[in-house]
């Protein structure tokens, strides 16, 4: 069980990330590349990446296990900047110390004796030669395994953030805190959730970064070292039959157009920010079967997200609907 204590001032200091963070998505993916869990979301995942896996990120095996420990430094605090060879220089710059800490901290973790590469112990020792060997194998994983899936990845954390949103409006840091349910469980001034060990983490008013990840399997994540900045990283809803690499941008997707009406591009438009399909039949004064149906079409076409919360839908424009919405071609007849 993890709990995590909230100040006053720690309520009032919870953030949501504003994108996903590619050295999350790098350590969580990697993990979840060689298990078999979820299967249902990330089946054909591993089916397109497993083969073409370049022989460089197999320097990352021992460094993320599917299970336990994983050091601190690949992950380091990027303050809201999530670019990918940023983020990496901010690894390869982990002070000799931290890096000792950490890589002994994942030895001690193993359950049976474990033999350390020789490229982990150059690590530990910030060995130059080990360095750009793990930036090598960072920027290769990337490119071969999330790059060409990232317009998808992005969709669905932006699709999350509207929902995170949206209750922040209607509830405050409370209706955050309380709509993570049944990932997270508020029960104020606790924050708890499911965990591989019994932990407790005391904020003592620095607040709590939440980073949505789409390769976060089953239970949230934190950092072991409790004086970092505090980041709480949890599963972002799926939907199923994403597993398609991205081929071109929308706009070398003419045919597309030809979905576009005026009370599609309107529900694309209102769907920026994200609507319910209640919502979108209001606004536009169609009847809520008709606002559905359109939504069917769009979400078909790659065009929009829709993500179940209780009894509602709340639909999300997609990068490519976004794209084809600004697209000067978006001209057609109504539907």
């Known amino acids: 069980m993890l709990r995590i204590h909230f100040t006053r001032e720690d309520v009032a200091r919870v953030r949501v990330a504003a994108g996903p963070d590619p050295l ?27 083969p073409r896996l370049p022989a460089t990120s197999r ?24 670019d990918l060879e940023g983020g990496v220089d901010m690894v390869l710059s982990t002070p000799r110390s931290l890096l000792r800490r950490d890589l002994a901290r994942l030895t001690a973790s193993r359950d049976r004796p474990w033999p350390v590469p020789t490229e982990i112990r150059a690590l530990a020792e910030a060995d130059l030669t080990a360095l750009h060997r793990l930036r090598s ?21 932006d699709a999350d953030r509207a929902l995170r949103a949206r209750a922040v409006l209607e509830g405050g840091t409370d209706g955050l805190l309380t709509g993570f349910r049944p990932v997270l469980r508020w029960q104020p001034p606790v924050l708890e959730a499911d965990y591989p060990v019994d932990r407790d983490l005391w904020l ?78 209001q606004r536009l004064r169609i009847s809520d079967p008709a606002a559905s149906y359109h939504t069917a079409v769009l979400r078909r076409a790659g065009l929009l997200l829709s993500m179940r919360r209780s009894r509602t839908v709340l639909h999300t424009i997609t990068p490519s609907g976004l794209a084809l919405l600004n697209s000067p071609r978006n001209t057609a007849p109504d539907v």
Not at 24 to 32: G, V, Y
Not at 59 to 82: I, K, V
């Open 59 to 82: 320097m990352l095996a021992p460094l993320l296990p599917p299970q336990g420990y994983s050091p601190d430094f690949l992950t380091p605090d990027l303050r809201g900047c999530f």
């Open 24 to 50: 999350w998505e790098i350590t969580n993916s990697f993990q979840a590349l060689i298990t078999e869990e979820n299967a249902p979301v990330f089946g054909a995942w591993r089916r397109l990446v497993r």
């Open 204 to 281: 003592g008013g620095r607040g709590l970064l939440l980073q949505p990840s789409f390769f976060c399997i089953r239970r949230p994540v934190t950092l072991a070292d409790p004086e970092v900045p505090p980041v709480l990283v949890y599963p972002v809803q799926h939907t199923l039959g994403w597993a398609t690499p991205s081929r071109g941008t929308p706009e070398q997707h003419a045919p597309l157009v030809s979905l576009i009406g005026r009370t599609r591009a309107a529900i694309l438009e209102d769907a920026v920010t994200g609507r319910t399909t209640r919502e979108l039949a």
């Open 137 to 157: 194998a960072l920027l290769a994983y990337h490119r071969h395994a999330l790059a060409p899936f990232w317009p998808h990845i992005r969709a669905l954390v």
